[in-house]
């Protein structure tokens, strides 16, 4: 008996007669684009159009669903890595690497809470990447179900946003603000949860362009801020310019030598 989704949590079950049905003919076939799109060939074809080329990841029960569109993708291809920290951390050196976003994938409960060392890594780095996770159907959160685990609680004080998506509609949005939050201002890790019952439920792929009215990320130094640190670092005894990655993220190292010279003091770098 087929069930088709028309909310994330509530589900309808197609009536059944008993009359023997009539046969199906070429011409009566329904086409993938009359069926609609399911929610996870909707999340492959957003990675697509943002311009996502590589995934890092490894298949499990919630996130499965997504892997058959991916594995058909002539756009997207899937790294197979031994255990979800290397799929994170793989993502992260992908996007120090090319400058665009980082992308892993994983499964739900273990799956996903093996992200959380790369992704904590990632936000204190200002490293730009969209973690995708699997996650239960919406009727077993909250119900201890296999392989449960709240992610997003987990991750929200590491992340710049994250998103719990149980309704296959908005996975092309959430995808798309997704990149868009991680790649501007402060670079940084972004975590998508999708219930496996919206990857399967169906929907109508749409492009969406991000519109994000309340996210402004601040670009312009404060100019007041910057002149009282100027007036400290002039009064300073014995001053040292302690300088990390922001300096090569933001190709200011003329500056920093410029900066070094005039104030004679020493530079050390972190890792």
């Known amino acids: 008996m087929t069930q088709l989704s028309e909310s994330p949590v509530t589900t309808h079950s197609a009536e059944t007669t008993e009359s023997t049905p009539a046969p199906v003919t070429p011409d009566a076939r329904t086409t ?15 990675l697509e159009e943002v311009g996502v080329d590589t995934v890092f990841g490894i298949p499990g ?8 569109p991916l594995m058909d993708s002539a756009k997207v291809r899937h790294i197979l890595v031994r255990h979800e920290q290397g799929a994170g951390h793989a993502a992260t050196g992908y996007a120090q690497a090319t400058g665009r976003v980082g992308v892993c994938m994983a499964t739900s409960g273990p799956g996903a809470t093996n992200l959380v060392t790369p992704i904590a890594d990632a936000y204190m780095d200002s490293v730009p990447i969209v973690a995708i996770t699997g996650q239960v159907p919406s009727t077993l959160i909250g119900r201890d179900a296999f392989q449960e685990a709240d992610i997003c609680g987990i991750t929200m004080p590491i992340t710049k946003h994250n998103y719990l998506v149980t309704d296959p509609d908005e996975i092309p949005r959430v995808i798309a603000e997704a990149f868009h939050i991680a790649a501007t201002g402060r670079p940084g890790p972004v975590l998508v949860d999708i ?4 990857l399967q439920g169906l929907t109508r792929h749409r492009q969406i362009e991000p519109s994000l009215p309340g996210y402004r990320p601040v670009t312009k130094p404060h100019a ?3 002149r009282e640190a100027a007036k ?6 014995r001053p040292v310019l302690y300088v990390g990655g922001g300096v090569i993220k933001a190709q200011a190292t003329t500056e920093l030598r ?10 050390v770098t972190t890792l």
């Open 61 to 68: 029960g919630a996130i499965l669903p997504a892997y058959d």
């Open 224 to 226: 007041k801020q910057i």
């Open 32 to 46: 993938p684009a009359e069926s609609g799109t399911t929610g996870a060939q909707a999340l492959i074809r957003t």
């Open 195 to 198: 219930t496996k019952d919206a």
């Open 258 to 267: 410029i900066l070094a010279e005039l104030t004679g003091a020493p530079v």
């Open 232 to 237: 400290m670092l002039v009064g300073a005894k």
